[in-house]
């Protein structure tokens, strides 16, 4: 999942969204109203600020798992046990 929901603050359409557009100067109108939505890294508005927070989340996990995949090992990548131990860590990120 490489995009983020987005929530119109007009009309609170919520719509969806590429993670890797939402980044600070990126503006798109919403699909309902037409409203032009402006994303920025210090907006006020909190509908905004979820999804930037969310995109950058995205883009976090989106950079993990290609350092990850990069970084295995080819056999260890096929083992089943290497994808239990992932997502034991990820588990872990969460409660943090
Ligand atoms: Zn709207």
Do not use: W
Not at 6 to 34: H, V
């Amino acid at each position: 999942m490489n995009s983020v929901q987005i929530q119109c603050t007009r009309c609170k359409t919520m719509f969806r969204d590429r993670a890797g557009r939402l980044q600070d100067g990126y503006s798109r109108q919403c699909p309902c109203c037409e409203v032009v939505l402006f994303f920025a890294d210090d907006a006020q508005h909190p509908f905004i600020k979820r999804a930037m927070r969310s995109a950058r989340q995205v883009r976090k996990e989106l950079r993990a798992a290609e350092a990850a995949r990069l970084a295995a090992p080819q056999e260890e990548r096929a083992a089943p046990r290497s994808r239990s131990s992932i997502s034991r860590a990820r588990v872990q990120g969460r409660t943090e």
